[in-house]
């Protein structure tokens, strides 16, 4: 299959009072995702908090989103399970349920590349799905490198995109090295999106809470309109940054951010890191600067 090009959103898990996940929220989340001009719509990544999740809540989430979409853009699902035979079956569930694609995470076992790479295989062997390969080493603490991706990809057909969360630099020597047989998606919540499309990458996969700004970047550097991408890239790397430090940051701060914006209640998950007064005054100073309303 062939994604369309652009941003494509990764969406937060949003709890109510209860502490459960809140089913009027997570509709609206996704409303907002299709009007800010989100090219697809991602759930239960790393954003999404998948892996504080229990396995019903991830089921139900896939569920609700899939009857919000309701086909109107591509629907991906990100498969987090402990194990191989819950990762197959998550998989045939998300395909049960409307989704266009998947993305594979690592198996939490795995330890180093090699054991990747066979979790990997395992799962790619059994998908009867078009299925995509997260590649987040800074986040999960290991990943493939060049040469291990371009022999996956020759061994698997149903193998289609990878979600490169690497430097610009890593990211276009993967590019190159694919000549275009895997659609190559960036992350990172925008840090080096311009030198990510210069690399030849075929989308952007944020979470949303200034991902209108990452569309406008995506659609002026598409125009060749580079110096107004780069002008406002130089606007949100401050704010991208700061939520970008680390997965807690992101949804803590970003999740904040996202709900103040649209304003949606926040509340996070039972157990989570809490915002701070520091933490506060950066993102209220960040977003200021981004020219996004101010936050409390």
Not at 80 to 91: I, L, N, R, Y
Request: glycine content about 8%; charged content about 20%; overall charge negative.
């Amino acid at each position: 299959m062939i994604l369309p090009k652009g941003i494509h959103t990764v969406l937060f898990a949003l709890f109510g009072a209860d502490g459960d996940l809140d089913r009027e929220l997570m509709r609206r989340q996704i409303e907002i995702c299709v009007e800010l001009g989100a090219a697809g719509i991602i759930t239960l990544g790393l954003a999404t908090e998948v892996r504080h999740l229990t396995p019903a809540q991830r089921r139900r989430i896939v569920e609700w989103n899939a009857a919000d979409i309701a086909a109107r853009l591509p629907f991906g699902v990100t498969i987090f399970e402990p194990t191989f035979e819950e990762q197959v079956a998550s998989v045939a569930h998300a395909a049960a349920h409307g989704a266009d694609w998947v993305i594979l995470q690592p198996l939490p076992t795995a330890r180093d590349e090699a054991e990747l790479l066979r979790g990997f295989e395992q799962v790619l062997s059994r998908a009867a799905v078009p299925c995509a390969i997260q590649n987040a080493p800074q986040y999960i603490g290991v990943g493939l490198g060049v040469e291990t991706i371009a022999r996956l990809c020759e061994s698997h057909p149903n193998l289609f995109a990878i979600k490169q969360e690497v430097s610009a630099t890593e990211t276009a020597a993967l590019v190159t090295r694919l000549a275009g047989r895997l659609q190559v998606f960036s992350g990172r919540g925008g840090i080096e999106l311009p030198d990510c499309m210069e690399a030849g990458i075929h989308g952007h996969v944020p979470a949303p809470e200034y991902a209108d700004f990452l569309v406008r970047i995506w659609r002026l550097h598409s125009q060749g309109r580079y110096g107004e991408a780069q002008e406002l890239y130089s606007r949100v790397l401050p704010l991208a940054t700061f939520v970008l430090q680390s997965l807690g940051s992101l949804t803590t701060y970003g999740k904040l951010l996202f709900c103040q914006r649209h304003g949606l209640p926040f509340h996070s998950r039972p157990s989570s890191a809490k915002a701070d007064t520091f933490g506060l005054q950066a993102l209220r100073r960040h977003a200021v600067f981004l020219g996004i309303e101010p936050v409390s």
